[in-house]
């Protein structure tokens, strides 16, 4: 069965039982009267249920705070945010408590940590090859160095040694392999270990999130296992855009998109299994809202890659859990510079076929060096202007591009939001600090948010990122609550946003999530929103956060 749109992902019933199914899960988490005519003060009932989830917080978290009072609570969290920035193990603890919005960023194959590759491995009966430390299919040949995985359990040495090659862990720029070239080198070192495990790689994806206080992900993944580059290859390639597509609708698309969501569905359900969703001891992981970008692997033929397309955006528009689109593969490398403007005319074209349809590109995640100064100067704004992306992935080579300030400024006006990658972008490309671009983006008000990319091969984390956010960009507790704020607010989640610049919107203006405080107004506002009801569930966390301090 195909999963709806609601909280986690289950499995999709009518319309007034996805509002109901809505109605009470915001109600248990985060109590909030949505029916019809609700007052503008909490009821006694409510504040009753606000106690009993709230555990033992003080009693007085379920009277409704006045304005003053909201606004004492984030001065005073900034004050005692101040007065620990120098200290790393008290803001680590504090910044892992906090509220952090979404990650939209982040590749469900990159996310998952080597250990849990190597385990998958031992189980399944892989080998590996000790000499160029990658997994492999049986049969193995431990004389011919192709030991059974089950070894490395027994032989810390080998195990240490996935790990590093799996990974970023103990990389170092005196090496001869640069950083580039070692991280994206453990895909496929990893990749068979993957293939079979989807459902638990997305369990430990969402655990890990609800454990950094992350409360949504869209996920890079394709949602179809690349059936549809098997189909590009068999029909060959044609410059005229609408007569492939025709052609991958005739002769098996539709089967390929059902197919991948049915598998969907079949990696959700395992996903479910492992976090124990639904049972008395589940993890909290069953809470985050996740959604998916489907990612099309550049570097391959333009028939291949045109036909990921055409599945993405059909998948896209099939089923809601598939937000947008993506592409990925380094961008550096020959056939994405080579045929960058080919696929942003692809974009182009299939945008105007599926115009609702979200995209996030990745762009400018480049340095000097990395490629000829020519090809620093246009991926960012062809993204934009041509591919039609309303964010852009990573944007490190933006003072690179031809007139870099009217590119500020058209992005500012635009709202495409960056993603921010402050981990991944210094051990790929080396550039962190002040070689960092975001305080540029953030000085020309350009939309920004942090992400992971890929956590588990740069062992990281979503608290990390905010780490660094604020130990090498010295950003500060209200820039940290903007960019988490701007996550959400820039998701692909349907909806209107709860935010109208730096103010709610009208109808939910005087309304408290926390308190179970909402008008009329903003009960319908956010009934009609699924973006907002996420939004408004956040807001509710930042009050309790901040009531602490």
């Not at 609601?6 to 009267?33: D, G, N, W, Y």
């Not at 033929?301 to 397309?309: G, L």
Request: glycine share 8%.
């Amino acid at each position: 069965m195909i999963s709806s749109r609601s909280l986690p992902l289950f499995t999709r019933p009518p319309l007034f039982q996805v509002l109901l199914f809505h109605l009470a899960i915001l109600f248990v988490a985060h109590p909030l009267v949505l029916s019809a005519g609700a007052p503008s003060t909490p009821r006694k009932a409510a504040s009753t249920k606000a106690a009993e989830v709230q555990g033992s917080e003080s009693e007085k978290l379920t009277a409704r705070p006045s304005k003053k009072d909201e606004t004492s609570a984030e001065q005073n969290t900034e004050r005692y945010f101040e007065s620990i920035r120098g200290n790393p193990a008290l803001l680590l603890a504090f910044l892992r408590e906090m509220p952090k919005g979404g990650d939209l960023h982040n590749h469900l194959w990159g996310a998952i940590y080597a250990e849990s590759f190597i385990s998958y491995a031992a189980r399944d009966g892989l080998c590996i090859d000790r000499k160029t430390s990658t997994l492999l299919k049986p049969p193995c040949d431990e004389a011919a160095g192709r030991s059974e995985a089950s070894t490395a359990l027994q032989d810390q040495g080998l195990y240490s040694q996935l790990v590093d090659a799996f990974s970023m862990r103990n990389w170092n720029g005196a090496r001869l392999e640069s950083g580039h070239d070692h991280f994206f080198a453990a895909f496929d070192k990893f990749d068979t270990a993957a293939q079979g495990h989807v459902g638990e790689m997305l369990a430990e994806a969402v655990a890990r999130a609800a454990k950094d206080h992350v409360a949504y992900l869209e996920l890079m993944h394709g949602t179809d296992r690349y059936q549809s580059v098997g189909l590009g290859s068999k029909l060959g390639w044609d410059d005229n855009f609408a007569k492939v597509r025709d052609k991958l609708l005739a002769n098996g698309m539709k089967e390929i998109v059902a197919s991948g969501r049915q598998t969907l569905d079949q990696d959700e359900a395992k996903m479910r299994e492992v976090l124990r969703c639904g049972m008395p001891q589940g993890d909290a992981g069953c809470r985050v809202t996740v959604r998916y970008l489907y990612q099309v692997l550049r570097g391959l033929k333009p028939e291949q890659v045109f036909a990921q397309m055409v599945a993405g955006f059909e998948m896209a528009q099939a089923d809601p859990r598939i937000v947008g689109i993506n592409l990925v593969m380094p961008e550096d490398w020959y056939v994405p510079m080579h045929d960058f403007e080919l696929h942003m005319r692809m974009m182009d074209y299939l945008h105007g076929v599926y115009p609702t349809v979200h995209i996030s590109l990745h762009a400018g995640e480049l340095a000097m060096g990395l490629v000829p100064p020519e090809g620093l100067r246009f991926h960012i704004r062809e993204s934009v202007e041509r591919g039609h992306a309303e964010r852009i992935g990573h944007g490190v080579s933006v003072m690179y591009e031809s007139d870099p300030l009217g590119l500020l400024h058209e992005l500012a006006e635009r709202g495409v939001l960056v993603e921010i990658c402050l981990t991944s972008n210094d051990v790929i490309l080396g550039l962190s600090g002040a070689r960092h671009p975001l305080a540029i983006y953030r000085k020309y008000g350009v939309p920004v948010a942090l992400a992971t990319d890929d956590e588990g091969v740069s062992r990281s984390d979503m608290t990390q990122e905010y780490m660094r956010a604020v130990t090498e960009q010295g950003l500060s507790y209200i820039d940290l609550k903007q960019m988490a704020r701007a996550s959400l607010a820039h998701s692909f989640l349907p909806g209107a946003s709860l935010w109208d610049g730096a103010n709610r919107v009208a109808a939910c203006k005087d309304g408290d999530p926390l308190a179970n405080s909402v008008t009329e107004d903003c009960n319908r506002f956010l009934l009609g929103s699924e973006k907002a009801r996420l939004q408004w569930r956040e807001e509710a966390e930042f009050e309790r956060f901040e009531r602490k301090y």
